[in-house]
Structures are given as C-alpha cells and as structure tokens.
C-alpha cells in the first residue's frame, strides 16, 4: 500500500502580522510550522503503516525553508520526502497549486491513498485537496473526522456535513481530508529527529514535473489574486445589570426576546 501526504508550510497564525495596507500576511514575522491540520495526515498514514505496512510518501511545495516540513514528516515516519521548489511555482494560488501537487503526484506514479489537512491556516480555503483529486480523476472525501476501519482494499470514513454526519465506505484510490477530530498527532522522538536530520529530502523544479504545462504553474497559472485582507475587531461580550424593582419582569421579557424561553 502506498500513501501520499500532502504537507504546507504556514506560518504561526497566533503571532503572523498582517500588513493592512497593501492586504499580504507578512510571512517573515512569525516561526514557520507545519499545517497543523496536515499533522493529523501524517499521523493517520503513521497509524496505517503500522498497521498495514504502508509506504508512506510526502510531497510539500514552497520555498527552500519548507525541507523543515519534510524532514518533520520523515520524523513521523514517512519513507520519502519531495519538496517542490522553484521560483516558477511562486505565487501560486490554489488552482496552480493543485495542478503543480497532481503533476508531482502522477511523477510519483502509482499509489493508493492521498491523505491532506481539510485546509490550512494560512490560506483557510479547503479547496486544494479535492482539486488534486478532481485533476487525477479519483473521488475524494472531505472533512472526515474519524476512520473507523481501514483495510488494504477499503477504508470506513465519518464525513461532517452541514446536516450531520455520514459514515462511508470508499475504496481505492481516494484523497481524504481530514479534520482536526480525525486523531492525536504524536511527537516524534529525540532519535527520530536525529534520524531526519540525516534523511535526504528530494528537491523538484518545475522543469522535473514532465509534461507539465508551464503556463498553469505558479503566478501566470493563478487567475485568483486577493485584492486585501482585512482583520475585524475583536467582538467583546456585552452585559447588563439588572437593579431594582421590576428587574425580574425585564429579564423575563430580554430572554423572550431573544427566543431564549421556547419550548
């Protein structure tokens, strides 16, 4: 069984600044850090090589710095890592993003299961995970919370809707995102980190995904730019003290108000 993860570099959102002026999150003040959603990947296909003896493959695309994200991974147990890096793939939205990973991937050649984060904290699209899947013509499952069975032919999937949960059954191959709820990461030990700083981390350029088409990659292959960004004010609850005769009486009538006595 062969499994990819796809992994991103993002930064600390707890302590990223945001230039209002020009609308760019300014990358460089804050550590960088993998997607935390993407360590929820990670640690299901670790859980699955334990299980079923998987190889375990991870593929990340950004700069130089982003081998921090694949030597991490090959700490938690993946077997290979793939950096995409290349000025060419700059900029890329997630449409040049999901084309340059489906390019990547199809270089890979054959695999059974594409695990990602639902989205990443950075971008807070969920969009490039089913759209590898849509360019590699394999179905996808999205926001999946938990695996409650996972064999060499199928897996058993709970996947939140806006109505509920449902649980799937899925063979292969298929992408999966996961959500936060999918499982517990666990930290990689000392020795491992000592072993993944030894590891090699292999590095792609835009002219090694063969066959790709230079024009759908990076900022000539991304029709979406985002004009600014915005941070809203930060909401602080509201009170009222009730005091003196009749208190009661316009409790009563404020939580009716709001619907808050029905039924």
Same mark, same amino acid.
């Given at each position: ?23 760019? *999150? ?32 991870? @593929? ?52 059974? /299961?594409? /695990?990602?984060?639902?989205?990443? *904290? ?13 360019? /590699? ?38 992408? @999966? ?51 600014? @960004? ?10 009222? *003290? ?22």
């Amino acid at each position: 069984m062969h499994i990819i993860v796809l992994a991103k570099q993002v930064p600390d959102i707890e302590k990223v600044q945001f230039i209002k002026e020009k609308g760019w *999150v300014d990358r460089k003040s804050a550590d960088a850090e993998i997607n935390p959603f993407d360590l929820n990947a990670l640690e299901a296909a670790q859980q699955m090589k334990e299980k079923l003896g998987a190889k375990v493959t991870v @593929i990340s695309m950004g700069p130089a710095s982003a081998e921090a994200v694949l030597r991490e991974s090959i700490a938690r147990d993946a077997d290979r890592g793939i950096l995409l890096t290349d000025e060419k793939l700059a900029g890329a939205d997630t449409l040049a993003t999901s084309y340059a990973l489906a390019a990547a991937i199809k270089k890979v050649g054959s695999f059974d /299961l594409i /695990l990602c984060g639902e989205k990443t *904290v950075d971008g807070d699209t969920g969009q490039v995970g089913p759209s590898v899947a849509e360019r /590699l013509g394999i179905p996808h499952l999205s926001f999946v919370s938990e695996l409650t069975e996972v064999t060499a032919d199928k897996v058993v999937a709970v996947v939140e809707t806006a109505s509920g949960s449902l649980k799937v059954e899925a063979g292969f191959p298929l992408l @999966i995102a996961g959500t936060k709820e999918l499982n517990t990461p666990r930290l990689p030990t000392l020795k491992d980190k000592l072993r993944a700083r030894k590891a090699e981390v292999e590095k792609w350029s835009a002219a090694d995904l063969a066959g790709a088409d230079a024009s759908k990659l990076g900022c000539s292959g991304s029709p979406t730019w985002v004009e600014r @960004i915005s941070v809203p004010p930060e909401k602080k609850r509201k009170g009222e *003290v009730l005091k003196g005769e009749g208190s009661a009486a316009r409790l009563m009538a404020a939580l009716d108000k709001d619907g808050l006595l029905k039924g």
